[in-house]
DNA sequence: CCCGTCGTTATTTTT
DNA sequence: TAACGACGGG
């Protein structure tokens, strides 16, 4: 035994001796790298955890243990995840065990930069009640500042002015044409960038490049937040983009002898984002950014049993340029994985559903399922067909609730009053329902407001600057009680460019009916503004008791009734059988949490737009269902039982992809595998419908990869697989080596006497099966009223469906 | 302004 | 195949 491990060992027995007896417990639980990674400090450290090896229970133990045994001041610590889902548990896990965590940042990396840009919108050159455009409202906005734009250029060029965002590209960074060739896309990206700051509004890519923008160019601000959080984590390391790792570069002032710890957890294996602007370099090239870094290694995996945690060792093992590590099971041995290979989807909906459906007769819960394939498109197949065997099951990222036409109109209602230079939203709303205020007067009052902007800036700029540093004194005292400082609400009819001041003024100009039409709309406008300052006004004079205080729903609930949209879309509903009126409702609902104030407002419009993962109500009753997920939804959840289906080349992995693509779908294979607990299942289909024709696939190459060796083959495998794996093993010649068990799941599902119903015969049994010349096997059915006939039914599966059981 | 029909086009997407 | 957008007629 050297001399340094001695000295680190004896560092460690020094510390738990000092640890008082509750926080004992928590570190008790822990194994040796998580115990090292929880109390390590000094330098920056990198938590390199393989999938379930309990990398939450550090991060969470880590938190609580720096409050309570290093003392460091709650606030001071800054923990960043990149899924609302994430955030909410590590601050729920870590206040359970420390309560005063209640008081760190634990936040997405988009809400943090919200929060930082609320606090620093002068400088940031955006409005202080900014509120966030989705995908679809960067494309409306390109179109708007590039009128010969076709929706579909639009939309690619919002793709990729997301995509230089990610890698913090200002309009002005030669290094553009890495992102794009065509020699307009400059110009697009600065049009746009020029509209989008007429609306005081930001995108996504905005929350974070313009908070590192801040940082960069002022030296106060800088210091003032490096001084702010001594103590900043990172979660999912690996799917941090260029932006990302600038914003916490220069966050902890590591090249400025700051002082503040960074810690830094990831996997490098599921590394699933890239085609997003993920980087995986930073993770890989970490320690040459931060010097000095630790690296710790968590590699024991406690979800998993050793056959799963084989086939997705085996998989990734493919791929070069990773930092390395072995998973070990703590569980131990289990069932080993099966792969079925199914002649098309519709058989392969059939195989899972049976599956389910005799597991959960033998006393699982269908919760205890999930579905994996690689595109949303793959879903349909499976809803149809569990729809049909009553099949309970939720399909995970395809509700989008903010995504309907009813929500988006609300909340375009909501982000107008909020910001009255939204002009995306002012379009939305103005003329629906219809006010006979066209796209030509909309034109017009845009231009109007957006000149009133032209002709202020200049004096503006001159005010900007004393703004800011007063705005940081502020910044500092509030710091000093350990609060953020509050926002002040800013008069509405004062604001320059605003939309509603503007819609007011041309009202005069316009015709009879469009006049009406406009003194409505800023008469509604208007009433929610109203609403809003009284209920500010309650607040600041009387003690109300908590049941009697206006919520927000109560502002949805008048925007709602006044603006015409609860009528019009009722009129939807009686039309077209929807549940649009009630999905307003439930829109209302889930603001009641919220203050009818500017700030609640403005808090509920960043928790929207900040996580649309928020289904409907359908989500929460009843929760014993099947998961339909995409695979990259599936990161961070686990399963009992996983099935991976669509194991075909094309599929997955995707056919168009070079060879570092590859790797990422390999990466991606391996997060998928790695979710189930006790049970995988892995389907292949010969045959497959897509874009209207039928085609042979092969097997995924991520099946040999895997090992064919170590896993129990059923059906009929393509010639490939059968050739390249016929190593002996569990698999033999046409499948058939498992005597006891029908291993052909066509075999097994039309055998003879089973009760079937087609489509154009009716009802009939099964009564001969046989094999044709060509080996493929048959079946002879004797129906009720029309007489016998005989099927193949591998081709047969939609028109042909077994009836009992 | 709404509805029907025709033609086009199909990744993954934490925020 | 199917779903969605564009366009034209009522």
Not at 66 to 85: G, N, R
Not at 294 to 303: D, G, P, S
Not at 740 to 754: C, L, N, S
Request: proline share 3%; charged share 25%.
């Amino acid at each position: 035994m050297n001399g340094d491990l001695m000295d680190e060992e004896t560092d460690i027995f020094d510390i738990m001796a000092k640890t008082s007896p509750a926080m004992q417990e928590n570190l008790d639980v822990l194994n040796p790298e998580q115990l090292e990674a929880t109390i390590h400090e000094g330098s920056p450290l990198l938590i390199l955890a393989g999938a379930g090896s309990g990398k939450t229970r550090v991060i969470t133990t880590k938190i609580a243990y720096l409050i309570a045994e290093q003392h460091i001041a709650p606030q001071s610590i800054l923990a960043v995840t990149f899924t609302k889902k994430a955030a909410t548990e590590m601050q729920e896990r870590a206040v359970q065990i420390e309560p005063r965590a209640a008081h760190s940042q634990i936040r997405t990396f988009h809400s943090f930069g919200a929060w930082f840009l609320r606090l620093n919108a002068d400088a940031a050159g955006i409005s202080p009640n900014f509120t966030v455009y989705d995908d679809d409202d960067m494309v409306t906005l390109i179109c708007k500042a590039n009128p010969k734009l076709t929706k579909q250029q639009a939309n690619h060029f919002a793709h990729k002015i997301a995509l230089a965002k990610d890698y913090c590209f200002t309009t002005d960074d030669p290094r553009l044409v890495q992102i794009e060739s065509e020699p307009e896309f400059r110009h697009i990206y600065s049009t746009y960038q020029a509209r989008l700051k007429d609306t005081g509004n930001v995108d996504f890519g905005d929350l974070i490049m313009l908070p590192y923008l801040v940082l960069r160019d002022n030296e106060h601000i800088r210091h003032y937040m490096q001084n702010r959080f001594k103590v900043i984590m990172v979660d999912e390391y690996q799917d941090s983009n260029v932006a990302q790792f600038l914003l916490l570069q220069s966050l902890s002032g590591v090249n400025e002898n700051s002082g503040t710890y960074v810690c830094v957890v990831g996997d490098d294996d599921q590394s699933i984002y890239k085609f997003r602007g993920a980087e995986i370099q930073n993770i890989l090239t970490f320690k040459d950014k931060f010097p000095g870094t630790k690296l710790i290694r968590l590699e024991r995996n406690y979800r998993s049993t050793a056959e799963i945690l084989q086939i997705a060792g085996n998989v990734v093992n493919h791929n070069e340029g990773r930092l390395g590590k072995t998973l070990r099971a703590e569980r131990g041995s289990g069932k080993k994985p099966v792969l079925a290979f199914l002649p098309n989807q519709d058989e392969e909906a059939d195989f899972c559903a049976n599956l389910i459906a005799l597991s959960v007769k033998n006393g699982a819960n269908y919760s205890d399922w999930a579905i994996l394939y690689r595109t949303n498109a793959q879903s349909l197949t499976f809803e149809t067909n569990f729809l049909h065997k009553k099949i309970p099951y939720q399909v995970v990222g395809a509700l989008k609730f903010y995504e309907r036409e009813e929500i988006k109109d609300l909340i375009a209602f909501l982000k107008l009053v909020a910001n009255p230079r939204d002009e995306i939203s002012f379009r939305r709303i103005i003329n629906k329902p219809t006010r006979g205020i066209g796209a030509k007067t909309q034109d017009k009052i845009v231009e109007t407001a957006r000149s009133e902007l032209l002709q202020t800036s200049e004096t503006e700029l001159a005010e900007n600057n004393p703004a800011v540093s007063v705005k940081i004194e502020n910044l500092a005292q509030t710091a000093l009680l350990g609060l953020e400082p509050e926002q002040k609400d800013s008069k509405q009819e004062d604001v320059k460019g605003s939309l509603v001041k503007a819609t007011r003024a041309e009202a005069q100009t316009m015709s009879k009916k469009a006049r009406e039409g406009a003194t409505a709309f800023v008469a509604i406008i208007d009433e929610a503004l109203d609403l809003l300052s009284s209920t500010e006004k309650e607040q600041e004079c009387t003690v109300i008791p908590e049941n009697d205080k206006k919520n927000l729903s109560a502002l949805i609930e008048l925007l709602a009734e006044n603006s015409g949209l609860k009528e019009y879309h009722a009129a939807q509903d009686e039309v077209t059988g929807t549940q649009r009126t009630l999905n307003m409702q439930e829109l209302a609902n889930s603001a009641v949490p919220f203050d009818c104030t500017m700030k609640g407002l403005l808090d509920f419009l960043d928790t929207i737009e900040l996580d649309r993962t928020i289904a409907g109500k359908e989500n929460q009753e009843d929760k014993n269902r099947v998961t339909l997920i995409t695979i990259h939804n599936t990161k961070g959840l686990e399963f009992n039982r996983v099935i991976m289906t669509g194991m075909e080349r094309g599929i997955f992995p995707r056919a168009d992809k070079d060879a570092e693509e590859l790797e990422e779908e390999r990466r991606l294979c391996y997060v998928g595998m790695t979710r189930a607990r006790n049970e995988l299942y892995l389907t292949s289909c010969s045959m497959r419908r897509m874009y209207g024709r039928t085609e042979y696939m092969d097997a995924s190459p991520f099946l040999l990869e895997a090992g064919a060796e170590n896993m129990k083959v059923l059906g009929h495998a393509p010639s490939s697989f059968r050739r390249a794996s016929f190593k002996g093993g569990d698999y033999g010649k046409n499948g058939l080596s498992h005597p006891d068990v029908e291993t052909d799941p066509i075999k097994a599902k039309y055998k003879k006497g089973k009760r079937v119903y087609h489509d154009d015969y009716g009802y009939g049994i099964i009564t001969r099966t046989a094999e044709t010349d060509d080996g493929e096997y048959s079946i002879t059915v004797t129906f009720e009223n029309s007489g016998s006939k005989s099927f193949l039914p591998k081709y047969q599966s939609s028109s042909l469906l077994v009836t009992d059981e």
